[in-house]
C-alpha cells in the first residue's frame, strides 16, 4: 500500500501588491510555504516514509517622490526534510537571510545618486551530514556578509520589465565568524565526545579559517605570525544588476550581485600557518585561499526567481541562486580542496490564494 501526499501551499504564495492612497508607496511581494510528503505500508518497491517543507517570502517596498527614492527587500526562506531512519531523520533543506536597503536622489532622468546597504547570514546551525558524525559548518553570523557602497543608480522602466544598473567605485564588504564562547564550547565538547582522539579541532578556529576573517602578520626580522579574528574587512568595487518583469502570471526576479577588492594579490596561507604551527594536524589551512582576492577578481551571487499563478489556486516557483566567492575552498569527491561554483535549485508546486 503506497500513500503518498504533496501538499505545497505557497499561501499566501501569490504575488502581493498593496498601495496607499499616496502613491509614492509601494508594496509587493510573494509570501509561500511548501510541504510534500511519501508515506509506506509494506511497500515491496523499497523507499522510506518523508517529509520536507520549506517557507520562504520575498519583500519589496519602495518610496518614489520629489526625486527621492528608496527601496528595501527582503529575501528568507528556511527548509527542513524528514526521512523515517534512527539517525538524524532530520536535516535542513534551505535556509537564508537576506535584507537590503538602497537610498537615492534622482539628479538625472533615471540617473540616482545612491547609498547602498544589504545583510546576509542564516537562521540555524547548518551540519555537514555524513553517517556516524555530523558537524557544524556554519550558523548564524558564521558567516555573513555585509556591505555598504556609495554609487550611481540606474533605473528604467520598458513595456512594464523593470530594469536597475548600480555601479559603486566605493564599496566595503564585511564578512563575520562570529562563535560564541558558549557555543564553541559546547561543540568542541561534541566534538571530543564523537570524534574520541582529536583534541586539535575547534569550532571557532574552523569558522574564522573558512571565511578567512584573519591576519597574517610578519615582522621585520620574517617571523610569521597569525592574528585571529571574528571579521573581515575588504574596500573594493561593486555592481548589481537586476530586472523585475511581470506578464499577466508570470513574475520574474533575478539580480547578479559583483564585488572586487582593490587590495593587491595575497600568499599562500597555508606555508603562513604552517611556519606559525610547526607539527600541528590541523587542516584548517585547506579551508580558504587569499591568492585570489585582489582587483580584478570578483565574487559573484546571481539569485533569480520565477513564479507563474494559475487560476488564481495553483502556484509554481521556480528558484536558482548560483555563487563564486573566490578564497572559498570546497571539497570535492577526492578531498581536494579548490574554489568552485555553488549552486542551489528549489521548485515549489502548490495551492493558495491572492490577497
Not at 114 to 141: H, N
Not at 155 to 178: D, H, I, R
Not at 294 to 314: H, I, P, S
Request: charged content about 25%.
Amino acid at each position: 500500500m503506497l500513500l503518498a501526499a504533496l501538499l505545497v501551499w505557497p499561501a499566501r504564495g501569490q504575488e502581493v501588491v498593496t498601495e496607499s492612497k499616496d502613491k509614492a508607496w509601494k508594496f509587493d511581494g510573494i509570501i509561500g510555504l511548501n510541504a510534500n510528503g511519501t508515506g509506506l505500508v509494506n511497500w515491496t518497491g523499497g523507499g522510506k516514509n518523508s517529509a520536507s517543507g520549506l517557507a520562504f517570502a520575498k519583500l519589496h517596498l519602495s518610496y518614489y517622490k520629489d526625486a527621492l527614492a528608496w527601496e528595501t527587500n527582503l529575501d528568507t526562506d528556511f527548509g527542513l526534510s524528514w526521512e523515517q531512519k534512527k539517525e538524524d531523520p532530520w536535516k535542513k533543506s534551505s535556509d537564508k537571510i537576506k535584507l537590503s536597503s538602497k537610498f537615492g536622489w534622482e539628479f538625472q532622468p533615471t540617473w540616482f545618486l545612491t547609498v547602498r546597504g544589504s545583510f546576509e547570514s542564516q537562521y540555524a546551525v547548518g551540519r555537514k551530514m555524513r553517517d556516524g558524525y555530523d558537524p557544524p559548518i556554519s550558523k548564524f553570523l558564521a558567516p555573513s556578509y555585509t556591505d555598504l557602497s556609495v554609487g550611481f543608480d540606474w533605473k528604467t522602466n520598458v513595456n512594464g520589465c523593470k530594469f536597475s544598473l548600480y555601479m559603486s567605485p566605493l564599496a566595503m564588504l564585511v564578512v563575520t565568524a562570529y562563535v560564541s564562547d558558549w557555543m564553541n564550547n559546547a561543540y568542541n565538547k561534541e566534538h571530543k565526545e564523537l570524534v574520541p582522539g582529536d583534541d586539535n579541532w575547534d569550532f571557532r578556529r574552523e569558522m574564522q579559517m573558512k571565511y578567512g576573517t584573519f591576519r597574517v602578520i610578519k615582522d621585520a626580522a620574517g617571523k610569521i605570525d597569525i592574528d585571529w579574528r571574528n571579521a573581515r574587512v575588504e574596500v573594493g568595487m561593486g555592481i548589481q544588476g537586476s530586472i523585475s518583469y511581470r506578464y499577466d502570471n508570470m513574475t520574474l526576479l533575478s539580480t547578479l550581485t559583483l564585488f572586487t577588492p582593490y587590495q593587491g594579490r595575497g600568499f599562500e596561507i597555508k606555508e603562513a600557518y604552517e611556519t606559525t604551527y610547526p607539527g600541528e594536524k590541523w587542516t584548517l589551512p585547506l579551508r580558504y585561499s587569499n591568492l585570489n582576492r585582489q582587483f580584478g577578481y570578483f565574487d559573484a551571487n546571481w539569485e533569480t526567481t520565477l513564479t507563474y499563478q494559475f487560476a488564481k489556486v495553483l502556484n509554481v516557483t521556480l528558484s536558482t541562486n548560483l555563487k563564486y566567492l573566490n578564497g572559498t575552498l570546497i571539497a570535492d569527491d577526492e578531498g581536494v580542496w579548490a574554489e568552485r561554483v555553488q549552486f542551489k535549485m528549489n521548485v515549489g508546486i502548490g495551492l493558495g490564494y491572492s490577497f
